[in-house]
């Protein structure tokens, strides 16, 4: 079991979930792979297999959030290559799972960690090219399908215009840099960026976050094409009808934003009626909005 809440060596204390590791090999590359897992058990091992022949300049690692299948038994991915298994056991759901592997690379030496999803949905032949952008000394390097290069297969039609309309316009604006596929978690990190204290990786790990803060600590980016893909049945699951709630709830957060901007800039030049617009129109429409985000999207704890 590692924890690494308190550190002794004066450098900033990493907000670590506890985690327990499985080392089944010893380190043997420059490079980690991450994956990040729960209970995904058929896709999991497919994936791996796939990954097999791209993955030979890396030790694969999984980065479980707590799976009760039994898809990450040592008998179950030893043999596909796996290296390690680190099983969260603190609390947390994605972020907490990335603070994890990331912070076990850190400690076992690696000079970078490639971070990629262990659905089965991406293309393992972008591993290579990953490799080679660390190696060239890129500090962030993320994946994307609407570079050259890129394929985008079966995305559904809500989530496509929820990214190019609103989160990567977003992401764009506040970091400088022009990301195109920023909800895509294929990407990867040098060891001195997610070491650098300026950064203060650790502090959210939320990956967005962290996007937008490496241009500004003089980090260098770099894009990839890739290939990302879903099955038709998964696009007509019940599920879709969740994730388009999520984009309304998101996109309402953003548009009434804006809205609040655009009327305050009318209020300054006394168009209307300052108290009955702040009172009756912001303040009201905040309160609906942030009781529909409650309702439809849940803060989970990262």
């Not at 603070?99 to 032949?125: C, H, P, Q, S, T």
Request: a positive charge; glycine letters at 10%.
């Amino acid at each position: 079991m590692t924890d690494d809440r308190s550190r002794d060596d004066g450098r900033p204390r990493r907000d670590v979930p506890s985690y327990e590791e499985r080392a089944f090999q010893p380190k043997r590359r420059d490079y980690c792979l991450a994956v990040f897992v729960i209970n995904e058990s058929g896709k999991l091992h497919q994936q791996l297999r796939t990954m097999a022949s791209f993955a030979e300049d890396t030790d694969i690692v999984i980065a479980d959030g707590g799976s009760t299948d039994g898809s990450v038994d040592r008998d179950a991915v030893e043999p596909l290559g796996v290296n390690t298994v680190l099983v969260k056991r603190g609390p947390g759901r994605l972020g907490a799972q990335m603070r994890m592997a990331f912070d076990w690379a850190l400690r076992r030496g690696y000079a970078g960690v490639i971070a990629m999803d262990g659905n089965n949905k991406d293309g393992a032949e972008a591993i290579p090219r990953f490799v080679s952008a660390l190696r060239e000394g890129f500090d962030h390097v993320q994946g994307s399908r609407f570079v050259p290069g890129g394929i985008s297969e079966n995305l559904p039609i809500s989530r496509g215009l929820g990214l190019k309309l609103v989160h990567a316009p977003m992401m764009r604006a506040a970091s400088g840099y022009p990301y195109t596929d920023t909800t895509n978690g294929f990407r990867a990190y040098s060891a001195a960026f997610l070491s650098d204290p300026g950064v203060d990786f650790f502090g959210t790990c939320f990956p967005a976050m962290n996007s937008t803060t490496i241009l500004r600590s003089g980090r260098r980016v770099s894009g990839i094409g890739l290939r990302k893909f879903r099955s038709r049945d998964a696009i007509r699951r019940p599920g879709r009808f969740r994730a388009r709630y999520r984009l309304c709830a998101a996109t309402s957060m953003f548009f009434a934003h804006f809205s609040r901007r655009v009327l305050d800039a009318s209020i300054r030049k006394g168009r209307h009626d300052q108290r009955a617009h702040r009172v009756h129109g912001i303040r009201r429409g905040k309160r609906r909005v942030a009781a529909l985000v409650r309702r439809i999207l849940p803060l989970h704890q990262y």
